[in-house]
């Protein structure tokens, strides 16, 4: 889609990327926990999941996250969003520690949530969709986009946002926000969260300390399933250049939504569909390609074809440079000019 | 034309909007309009608001005194929806400011231009502390240093504001002289209706002042 827009010449001299595999996402929920205790453990942050991981088909995070609106429409034209609440988010529930804890009635008392305990970040994991014995359900990790046509920056009425000329990553400058949270109306994905304490809007920022150091995310470096691709996406000896634009498998999530995010999924493909005999019947998917159209476009088909074919490939006996690449059977490759090791690094602490 | 009167009163009284030092005071009624989406600084602000009704507050009434260092401006408007705090990501505050041209001629409308400054004074609902902006154009608001000193009490349904300065200006903002004239205008932000930033209810036209002499 051609768009004429006022930021053409802005755009960044690189751009950080990730792919998600969805194939090989477990849904353990390392990457969330990685980003909450690195970013996200001071006041007024109780409630942020900068990195979340939600079950699919599922309403999200925020709580139908795909039904508050933003981005723009097909002429370019900022649509009209919702300002997602706390609960909508999932909230951070309150336990009765001190009563259990320090109350002397811990024998008596159990240990329980206070308030709303009707939704959570991922309320709804392991519902998924189908009917047994051809259920399906799948696990969808996501951040925030860094998008190159940024939807909260365009919004901001205090140029609060910007995005990074080095790498793009889109970062909030604390010190201009004012906590309006148009930013937060506009982003269609919803990954902005407001600050209650510091009233500022406060979102993922892509672990830029670490990309300055050549370290990858700490969502990326930490997955266990290898799940996460991190690097530049013009870096045409990095995995995302090859999966992105080489073998056009990995696609970004909403691509309607207009704000063209940096953030890629390779689309899931699930174990054959059961007839009522119990037989294997390949004349459908399990998981419905109508379904994986909603979230990743009309793109998706040739992704699952491509994914298809090279598959059908290394069952057959043969080579498939493609499921080498997803297989990423040397860790670091993954990081293609974020490989190094933090280890390494004298980290300073700030004083 | 509001005259800023002169008043010996003590400061903490000046700074009480519920002193007794304010009821002699001639109260001006002014009218507040909703600020136009169409001079919003962002695509989203003039596009995805502009059918949102805004401007909830539609009038508010002004009192104004100097003791000769500072100048007490009270502001008290019906608003039953009381909004104080930002408990949730939907819930904005309560607000009000005055505004005074830096240059004399500097538009209101536009909350000044690029070379005609405006100084705005503001109040939140959620802040104990005022503060100082300077503005050359809409969403250019810097903030400026000077202290700017709020009290607000709640009266039934109204708000009752207080919002004080020191005369003199420094860092770019305004300064009033006692004998002296100015412009000022007036916003409010109810918090109620989601309003922040550029949308609010505010003076379309600046009001001329007169500060009593000493």
């Known amino acids: ?351 | 034309m509001l005259v800023v009167a002169k008043l010996s009163a003590d400061h903490g009284a000046l700074m009480d909007p519920a002193a007794s030092v304010w009821q002699p005071i001639k109260s001006t009624a002014l009218a507040l309009e909703a600020t136009p989406t169409g001079t919003q600084p962002t695509p989203y602000t003039r596009t995805s608001w502009k059918d949102r009704k805004i401007g909830a507050v539609p009038g508010v009434g002004v009192q104004a005194a100097h003791d000769g260092e500072s100048i007490f401006v009270r502001l008290e408007w019906v608003d039953a929806n009381e909004n104080r705090s930002v408990e949730d990501n939907n819930v904005f505050p309560d607000g009000a400011a005055i505004v005074f041209p830096v240059k004399e001629t500097a538009p209101i409308d536009t909350m000044g231009s690029e070379t005609e400054p405006v100084n705005a004074w503001q109040w939140q609902a959620n802040s104990e502390r005022g503060r100082s902006v300077v503005a050359h154009g809409v969403g250019s608001t810097e903030p400026s240093t000077e202290a700017v000193d709020v009290a607000a009490v709640r009266s039934g349904d109204h708000w009752q504001v207080i919002i004080s300065r020191k005369l003199a200006g420094a860092d770019g903002s305004v300064s009033l002289n006692p004998g002296g004239a100015s412009r000022f205008g007036v916003a409010v932000w109810e918090g109620g209706n989601g309003e922040r930033a550029g949308f609010k209810g505010y003076t379309a036209k600046w009001t001329d002042i007169r500060l009593a002499d000493a």
């Open chain 1, 1 to 351: 889609m051609a768009r004429i827009r006022k930021d053409a010449e802005q755009q960044p001299k690189h751009q950080v990327s990730m792919v998600f595999d969805l194939n090989k996402c477990l849904g353990c929920q390392t990457c969330t926990i990685a980003c909450k205790r690195l970013w996200t453990r001071d006041e007024g942050m109780e409630y942020m999941w900068w990195a979340t991981v939600n079950t699919q088909p599922g309403r999200g995070t925020p709580r139908d996250y795909e039904k508050m609106g933003g981005g723009f429409d097909s002429e370019d034209v900022p649509r009209a969003g919702h300002l997602p609440t706390r609960g909508e988010f999932g909230d951070a529930w309150k336990f009765n520690y001190d009563e259990v804890f320090y109350g002397g009635k811990g024998s008596k008392v159990h240990l329980k949530p206070e308030g709303d305990t009707t939704w959570g970040p991922n309320w709804d994991e392991d519902q998924g969709g189908g009917e047994y014995p051809n259920s399906y359900f799948f696990y969808l990790p996501r951040i925030c986009n860094h998008c190159t046509h940024p939807a909260c920056l365009d919004a901001c009425p205090r140029a609060a946002i910007e995005k990074r000329e080095e790498d793009g990553i889109v970062l909030i400058n604390e010190d201009r926000c004012r906590g309006y949270r148009f930013c937060m109306e506009a982003c269609p994905y919803k990954k902005i969260y407001f600050n209650q304490a510091r009233k500022v809007a406060q979102k993922c920022i892509f672990c830029f300390p670490r990309v300055d150091k050549e370290v990858a995310p700490a969502c990326a470096r930490m997955c266990p399933g290898r799940v996460r691709f991190a690097g530049y996406l013009d870096d045409p000896e990095g995995p995302i250049y090859k999966l992105v634009k080489d073998w056009k498998v990995a696609i970004p999530l909403h691509p309607e939504y207009g704000t063209e995010p940096n953030v890629y999924y390779v689309p899931p493909i699930a174990p054959p569909r059961l007839d009522k005999d119990g037989n294997v019947d390949e004349s459908s998917p399990r998981i419905p390609t109508a379904y994986l159209e909603h979230l990743f476009g009309p793109a998706v088909h040739g992704s699952l074809e491509i994914l298809q074919r090279e598959m059908d490939k290394t069952r057959g006996g043969g080579k498939s440079e493609l499921m080498d690449l997803l297989i990423s059977r040397r860790w670091l490759d993954m990081f293609h000019n974020l490989d190094r090791d933090p280890a390494t690094l004298e980290w300073t602490a700030k004083t």
